[in-house]
């Protein structure tokens, strides 16, 4: 069965630190990584990551794939309050029926104090 | 362009009633893909639907639950005869194909009472 596992459940830190967070998958035909930030609604869309070694950035936001070592880190500078919110990790697997179905982790807490 | 439109926002009923959950996806997207997130967990997959075709529904309890995508019109997840288990959030993706990035809907949070 196709696993994502994200850590740490849950992180509390205050403004301008950086964070990172990691998603470790098991996977069978793995297709990509994406990350999605997920406040009171629905999760929006940060990263998508297919090959390994290459980092993406978005502003304060980056993250990075390794395919060896089979997991993924989110990193975020300089946190503001506004970075509070469940960041989750999914991994999307290829071939048959699978296309574009993910599978989540249970998703990291993240909480921005003043 | 509008994102994807879920609706109702929150639905309520009573156990033994029908659940009709709707999801128009953005315009261009034709994969649909319905997710459910049980409070304290992450999304679990529950089934993958192209216009007219039921693509993967490996993840759709094998009783009550069913889902369609007409060929015109919203995608559909129907629950019948509800029970309190099935309170959760629903949540509708789309995509333009099957291999990219999936956006998502703001959910429709069922309570049943």
């Known amino acids: 069965e196709d696993k994502v596992v994200q850590s740490p459940l849950s992180l509390v830190v205050h403004e301008g630190d950086t964070v990172t967070l990691n998603c470790s998958y098991e996977v069978t035909n793995f297709r990509s990584l994406l990350w999605y930030k997920q406040e009171k609604k629905a999760p929006t869309f940060l990263f998508m990551l297919?090959?390994?070694?290459i980092e993406k950035k978005s502003g304060r936001l980056s993250s990075i794939l390794d395919k060896k070592e089979l997991f993924s880190i989110l990193n975020i500078t300089a946190t503001q309050t506004g970075d509070s919110a469940v960041y989750l990790c999914a991994v999307e697997v290829q071939g048959g029926t699978s296309y574009g179905k993910l599978t989540f982790g249970q998703g990291t807490i993240l909480t921005v104090h003043p | 362009n509008a994102g994807v439109m879920q609706n109702p926002r929150h639905l309520v009923r009573r156990r033994g009633q029908e659940a009709r959950l709707r999801c128009s996806p953005m315009k261009g997207h034709s994969h649909v893909y319905w997710y459910r997130q049980l409070p304290e967990e992450g999304l679990k997959f529950m089934v993958y639907l192209q216009k007219e075709n039921i693509i993967d529904e490996s993840g759709m309890p094998k009783e009550r639950f069913s889902a369609e995508f007409p060929k015109e019109g919203p995608s559909i997840l129907r629950i019948q005869q509800v029970v309190r288990g099935d309170s959760a959030a629903y949540f509708c993706?789309?995509?333009?194909?099957?291999?990219?990035?999936?956006?998502f809907g703001q959910g429709t949070r069922l309570t049943v009472v």
């Open positions: 297919t090959s390994s070694g």
């Open positions: 993706a789309s995509s333009q194909r099957g291999y990219t990035e999936a956006f």
